[in-house]
């Protein structure tokens, strides 16, 4: 019932920036949390950030602290992931999740995945 879209991956430079969208269409209910995650090749995958729709409680994860932005637009259904001063260990497939309601750093907790979107950065 829940579909989820990510968009704006690709290729960037170290010290470069990125946004990512992630948009949400279908049935939800309260307060859910939308998230964002990576998985790079060898690695279990990481938490990022996450917002709730309304109350807005962002959450960043301590490796991208003070370089990744979580934002969202109510009227379009989308979140966004800005990524500023990239550097080569953020190269990861990036995935948003919907549907967190409590502990939302926590990927279990997340019902509904995107099929993932490649960043990749090169030095």
């Known amino acids: 019932q829940v579909h989820v879209v990510e968009s704006g991956g690709g290729l960037a430079e170290a010290g470069g920036s990125m946004r990512l969208s992630c948009t949400v269409s279908?049935?939800?209910?309260?307060?859910?949390?939308v998230g964002w995650f990576r998985q790079a090749p060898g690695k279990e995958r990481e938490f990022l950030a996450a917002i709730r729709w309304y109350s807005d409680s962002p959450y960043y994860g301590d490796s991208v602290k003070g370089r990744f932005t979580i934002s969202r637009d109510l009227g379009k259904s989308t979140v966004f992931l800005q990524m500023n001063r990239l550097i080569t260990e953020d190269t990861a497939v990036y995935y948003c999740?919907?549907?967190?309601?409590?502990?939302?750093?926590?990927?279990?907790?997340?019902?509904?995945w995107g099929r993932g979107t490649q960043v990749t950065v090169s030095p």
């Open positions: 999740a919907s549907g967190a309601t409590d502990q939302i750093t926590l990927q279990d907790n997340y019902n509904a």
């Open positions: 279908g049935r939800t209910f309260g307060d859910v949390a």
